[in-house]
Each structure stands twice: as C-alpha cells, then as structure tokens.
C-alpha cells in the first residue's frame, strides 16, 4: 500500500510535498525557472532583489527546498516586476524601429 502512495507523486517534483498539497508554489517556482532560463544572468538579480545567495535561489527553483511565505511574496512581486519591464523594452524597441529602419535606408550619395 505504501508503494502505491509513493508512485502517484510526480518524478520531476522534490518539494518536500511532491507540489500536490502547494500547487501555486510550485506554478511560481516554474513560471521563476522559465523566466530565468530565457536570459542568463536572472538568478543573480533574483538573488540580489532577495538578498540571499545564488545558490539559494537555484536550491528553490532546484526544488531542494522551498522558500517562506515571506520569500514567495517577494519572489512574486519580482517576477511581476521583471515582466513588466520586460514589456515596456519591448514596447520601446518597437516603437523606435520605424526611425532605425528609416535611417538605415536612407540614400546617401
């Protein structure tokens, strides 16, 4: 009977729950690694917003361990914050595209 309840966790999960009873953390903490691993560099500045070392920040999304209440929250808000800032870049490249296109074609004798 114990080996039946041990085989429905996920595999790939270590939170000391499996995620089953902390599904949002365990969105979080993917939507975090997902982010992190588009553009090198992120766990640093994670870990420098946290105030907490590199490695802890890569033990979490590792899923060696989970952060505090605390912690998440203030993951949260980073992860909100660098989305955002991630938009309005995008949103600045692409409004100065026109005016870099316009001047890169412009005929120069």
């Not at 089953?20 to 690694?33: G, I, M, N, R, S």
């Not at 980073?78 to 001047?103: F, G």
Request: charged share 30%; net charge positive.
């Amino acid at each position: 009977m114990k080996d039946d309840i041990q085989s429905e966790k996920p595999p790939f999960s270590t939170l000391p729950d499996g995620g089953q009873k902390t599904p949002l953390l365990a969105a979080l903490l993917d939507d975090v690694q997902e982010f992190c691993k588009a553009r090198r560099g992120r766990v640093v500045a994670l870990a420098a917003a946290l105030g907490v070392a590199q490695q802890q920040c890569s033990a979490w999304l590792s899923r060696k361990f989970e952060p505090s209440g605390e912690v998440t929250l203030q993951i949260q808000a980073w992860l909100a914050r660098e989305r955002e800032a991630e938009k309005a870049e995008l949103a600045a490249r692409i409004e100065a595209a026109p005016v870099r296109l316009a001047s890169a074609l412009k005929f120069r004798p």
